[in-house]
């Protein structure tokens, strides 16, 4: 998951079913008992402004309060080494045709203003992930920029939602509820000589529709472990073709 505003375009948010929130109610307290997954070591490096909530399959896990406008969000963050070298993991970050494989319950991404020869710029984006069977699938359109340094092999991605208003913000998927966030930031670095790389995720979303803060909160929690995990999976799972952008990464 540095925006002025995130409130949904809708006139207000669409509640979901009674019975689908009597359900995720309960989900939400039976998945709030089951914290064997994360550890808590004596002390670790914190981010500034962040709290430290524990370490999940190689996940250091971080959260903080964020306010924007009239509303309270959860900011997450995860940060990891992986044993993957960034060739890898870039070349499956920036496959849009990869990214249903590991991007947890996404339906489907496209793309505009693509630039084959150059990362840089703005690029737009627009995501769709299911709901599930009875709970609306939520849309973003986002816009994304990227910072390359190939003398630090460093790269940094940021994802903002499109400015309240506009045509694209507007244009709103059937049976989808729009979602939004101020600020997606990833951010990869090689670590020299050991074929690994340092990544870091951190989120602040609002899903938008009328499922229950507690539920929200507690699927975003863990959001930065999922997807750095499936990540470095999905990377590691295909060898890399010669001639890419990031061959002598």
Known sequence: ??????????????????F???ALFFLTIFASMVTHDLTHP??????????????????????????????????????????VPIKSILSTFFDISRSTSWIQDLYSVTET?????????????RYRVAGGLVVKDREFVIDRTVKISKRTR????????????????LKIC????????????WSFKSVEGEGKTSVSVEAVVDPGGGLPKVLVDL??????????????????????KGGGRWEDW
């Open 154 to 169: 460093t790269v940094l991605v940021d994802y903002k939602s499109v400015p309240l208003g506009t045509s694209e913000d």
């Open 1 to 18: 998951m540095s925006s002025s505003s995130i409130a949904i375009s809708e006139s207000s948010p669409t509640p979901e079913p009674l």
């Open 20 to 22: 689908v929130l009597l």
């Open 113 to 125: 203003n693509y630039n084959k020869r150059s990362l840089s710029g703005r690029l737009r984006q």
């Open 42 to 83: 004596s002390s670790t490096s914190t981010p500034s402004g962040w709290s430290y909530i524990g370490s999940s399959n190689g996940v250091e896990l971080y959260n903080k309060v964020v306010f924007v406008n009239d509303k309270t969000l959860l900011g997450v963050k995860g940060t990891a080494t992986v044993e």
């Open 219 to 240: 699927i975003q929690r863990k959001w930065p472990r999922n997807s750095i995990v499936r990540l470095a999976k999905e990377a590691k799972s295909k060898k890399i």
């Open 174 to 185: 059937k049976n989808c509820v729009r979602a939004r966030t101020p600020g997606t930031k």
